[in-house]
């Protein structure tokens, strides 16, 4: 996913831990390390809202978009010791 969640960087700067972050903007830490880790399909407003408040940050700060690596053939190239013959 080219969408960079960097919750973590920002509460690495703010010397905040996971739980304690959770509690103020009102979600499980589950679901904050759903989000936190990229596993997430969507966010929403009122919820990037309180962790732009509670963090002291910008959306940007939090979410970055990256382009996808290019794919280098996707495959698995056995070596020598391992073509069948």
């Given at each position: 996913?080219?969408?960079i ?31 936190k ?49």
């Amino acid at each position: 996913m080219p969408i960079i969640v960097d919750i973590d960087v920002m509460l690495a700067r703010r010397k905040m831990p996971v739980g304690t972050l959770a509690e103020q903007i009102g979600i499980t830490p589950a679901n904050l390390a759903v989000l936190k880790n990229g596993r997430a399909k969507a966010v929403r407003f009122t919820t990037l809202e309180a962790l732009c408040e509670v963090l002291e940050c910008q959306p940007g700060d939090l979410l970055r978009w990256e382009a996808d690596k290019p794919d280098d053939g996707g495959g698995f190239e056995p070596n020598e010791a391992h073509r069948e013959k």
